[in-house]
């Protein structure tokens, strides 16, 4: 380990402390291995004096009265992190090593000092390139399920499809910025002081440093650049802005969904998975925001009950299939459809309201002004297609008639496992005069 | 040695080094290291503890070389702790010693 990477280690773990008693800690540090080294001892040597970093902080942490365990959860994020950073700068080390000859022959003395950095960021972008088609394989499940729960219920709330799919796909981008974020976050905010350490890395290494770099390096500012506060605010005012936001709306859509499956328990249906699997969610949304929120406060968020909802979404998931594999779904043949004529004038026809699934037809031989209207629909459903003479109003479908209409048939099928969807068609034959004056 | 007796011996060992003359990091760790060979690591997280308990101070003095040095001045209150561990260390070793005495004697 070289000095300036063990006192940023050092740094890191001790980042709870303020500024300039963390500054204070690491000069003290770093004067000690200079007069070490100064004393004829090597830098790897005089490191390894002060025994494990890890250790050292918690000491360190210890005489403060700090806990030194305060951070032990993200602690293993950072480390995973940490291994993460180092194994793509060894690769991008041996990449850089690999070409450095052909880059030497080329003769651009300045390629070898980012050459490294540049690989470095490659890869990383790789590897990014490839948790967001990882990423995707849940949030599209969650996507279709969602969308497909919504899309069996009737008019209003299948709305809720389009609804959940934005949410979702709201959530997706979410997650890839913030690994974005979280992966670049030290090239952006210590990109000084990586290049700065790749420089004396790539100098060292060398067998032959030129003169050019070894000058370079060696001017290269060795101060850290602290994680500035100002920083850390704008990320929590970004978490908060695209993370707990959609979550709420995500909450909120999910308490809704769930007040539907509880109006169908109330009309006697029991779709136990639905429900569990909703309750989970629902559940898991509220963990996400309560570990997000932890985060703010430096506190360490409680996970237990990620325990039961996943017994909740695993029950669900079973209850689900077990439901859906029962389910059939009853389409109406177009033969067991009733279908009625009625022939009516071209201001009849402006009169009647509520049309909807019916397509125009010319034809020729219907009488000018005239509008025949064949409807086909099933007779049990009578109460769907009202056709009223009276008034000029031909074929009524009120909206709200409709509505109910569609949800105690969808209700009805559900109880018996069906799912019924309630079919009409109306279709219209005018003279093409007739049809332009209607448009 | 025991890594517990070191532990236990480094505060006064430590304070008294520093009841002699005033000294930077490097130079205590160098003076305790005689006769407690102990980890760096375990000698400044205690400085920074003496320091906070009032036991110490620290002030900074431009060197010839490099930069300004941090030294340790020992505070009033650290002379008395020190007096008192090293009254503690004393009867302590002393009850040890008269112990193992015994228990040859016995043996």
Same mark, same amino acid.
Not at chain 1, 66 to 72: F, L, R
Not at chain 1, 136 to 162: D, N
Not at chain 1, 259 to 280: K, P
């Given at each position: ?23 204070? #800690? ?27 970093? %890890? ?15 305060? =951070? ?14 180092? @194994?793509?700068? %060894? ?39 490839? +948790? ?38 709201? $959530?997706?981008?979410?997650?890839? #910025? ?10 952006? &905010? ?6 700065? =350490? ?10 032959? /440093? ?20 100002? @920083? ?64 703010? =406060? =430096? ?6 009950? +990620? ?17 859906? &594999?029962? +389910?059939? #779904? ?18 009849? $026809? ?33 109460? +769907? ?6 008034? @000029? ?19 009805? @099928? ?7 969807? /309630?079919?009409?068609? #109306? ?13 | ?22 000294? !930077?990091?490097? *130079? ?42 941090? !030294? ?11 007096? *008192? ?23």
């Amino acid at each position: 380990m070289h000095k300036e990477e063990f006192l940023s280690k050092l740094e890191k773990k001790l980042k709870i402390l303020n500024e300039s008693e963390k500054k204070d #800690i690491i000069n003290e540090h770093r004067t000690i291995i200079d007069e070490k080294i100064k004393n004829g001892q090597s830098e790897e040597a005089a490191i390894a004096d002060f025994g494990d970093v %890890n250790e050292l902080a918690k000491e360190i942490l210890r005489a403060y009265k700090v806990d030194p365990d305060y =951070n032990k959860s993200s602690e293993s994020f950072e480390k995973t992190k940490e291994s993460f950073d180092e @194994g793509v700068k %060894n690769a991008a080390e041996w990449l850089s090593e690999k070409s450095q000859d052909f880059f030497d022959s080329v003769g651009d003395e300045e390629s070898d000092i980012t050459l490294g950095k540049i690989f470095e960021i490659m890869i990383k972008v790789f590897v990014v390139i490839i +948790l967001l088609y990882i990423f995707r394989i849940p949030f599209s499940i969650l996507a279709s399920l969602g969308a497909g729960v919504f899309a069996v219920t009737i008019f209003p709330f299948s709305l809720f499809q389009y609804l959940w799919i934005v949410v979702v796909e709201v $959530l997706y981008i979410t997650t890839i #910025i913030i690994t974005f974020f979280l992966m670049f976050k030290n090239d952006i &905010f210590t990109e000084k002081k990586t290049t700065s =350490n790749m420089k004396k890395e790539s100098s060292k290494q060398k067998t032959a /440093p030129k003169k050019t770099t070894s000058k370079k390096g060696k001017k290269a500012p060795s101060k850290e650049t602290p994680p500035s506060d100002v @920083g850390l605010i704008i990320f929590k005012i970004f978490v908060v802005l695209v993370f707990i936001i959609p979550l709420i709306i995500f909450a909120s859509s999910l308490t809704f969904s769930l007040a539907v499956l509880i109006f169908f328990l109330f009309q006697g249906v029991v779709l136990t998975g639905l429900i569990l699997m909703n309750l989970a969610l629902l559940g898991f949304v509220f963990l996400i925001i309560h570990v997000l929120l932890s985060l703010f =406060n =430096n506190t360490k968020p409680s996970v237990w009950s +990620l325990i039961p909802i996943s017994i909740f979404f695993i029950l669900g998931i079973i209850f689900t299939v077990d439901w859906a &594999f029962n +389910l059939s #779904i009853v389409s109406e043949e177009k033969d067991e459809l009733t279908k009625e004529t009625l022939v009516i004038t071209q201001e009849e $026809l402006a009169e009647s309201t509520y049309w909807r699934n019916y397509e125009i037809r010319i034809d020729p031989e219907v009488e000018e002004g005239m509008v025949v209207v064949d409807i086909y629909y099933n007779k049990k459903y009578e109460n +769907l297609v009202v056709i009223d003479d009276q008034g @000029g109003v031909v074929v009524h479908l009120g909206n709200l008639r409709e509505a109910r209409e569609f949800s105690r048939v969808f209700v009805a @099928g559900l109880k018996e496992d069906e799912i019924r969807i /309630p079919y009409y068609e #109306i279709k219209l034959y005018a003279q093409e005069e007739t049809i332009q004056e209607l448009d | 040695m025991n890594v517990q007796f070191k532990k236990g011996a480094l505060e006064m060992v430590v304070l008294l080094a520093l009841i002699k003359r005033d000294m !930077y990091g490097y *130079e205590l760790v160098n003076d305790v290291a005689k006769i407690i060979a102990i980890k760096e690591g375990t000698i400044y997280p205690l400085l920074k503890r003496l320091t906070n308990e009032n036991y110490l101070e620290s002030y900074l003095m431009e060197s010839n070389e490099g930069p300004p040095r941090k !030294y340790y001045k020992i505070t009033v209150l650290g002379r008395e702790r020190a007096a *008192e561990l090293k009254k503690e260390w004393q009867k302590f070793t002393k009850a040890i010693k008269a112990f193992i005495k015994e228990c040859e004697k016995n043996a």
